[in-house]
């Protein structure tokens, strides 16, 4: 069982990605916003954070600050706009996550990231 850290502005997302992951055996923190992410990171840590491309502070911002405080926490970006993927400020990216309704991507690739990692 990993801990894992949900970033996403939207509460629809959060909910939906910590239902999944929960029942996928995991223990599952979700935060709207970067900052309380940040501060929830460098005092309780966190073995993997899924991260929204587009929120406040973005998640460009939010990858930079958690590569300066753990280069080696793994970060799964997930975005529904097209694009990032390409971008480069989001090379530090472990994985990248379409967001689609269909959850059944995110526990294999959530579980395929720990693998590497661990």
Request: glycine share 6%.
């Amino acid at each position: 069982m990993a801990k894992i850290l949900i970033v996403d502005d939207e509460a629809e997302w959060r909910e939906a990605y910590r239902e999944c992951l929960t029942d996928a055996g995991h223990s599952v923190i979700a935060f709207g916003n970067g900052h309380e992410a940040l501060k929830h990171i460098e005092t309780h840590g966190c073995d993997l954070v899924v991260l929204d491309v587009r929120m406040s502070p973005s998640g460009r911002e939010v990858l930079r600050s958690i590569r300066r405080i753990r280069p080696d926490l793994p970060v799964v970006v997930a975005s529904s706009y097209a694009g990032y993927r390409d971008d480069p400020d989001f090379r530090g990216a472990a994985a990248f996550l379409d967001k689609s309704p269909r959850m059944s991507d995110l526990p294999q690739v959530v579980q395929a990231v720990l693998a590497q990692d661990g």
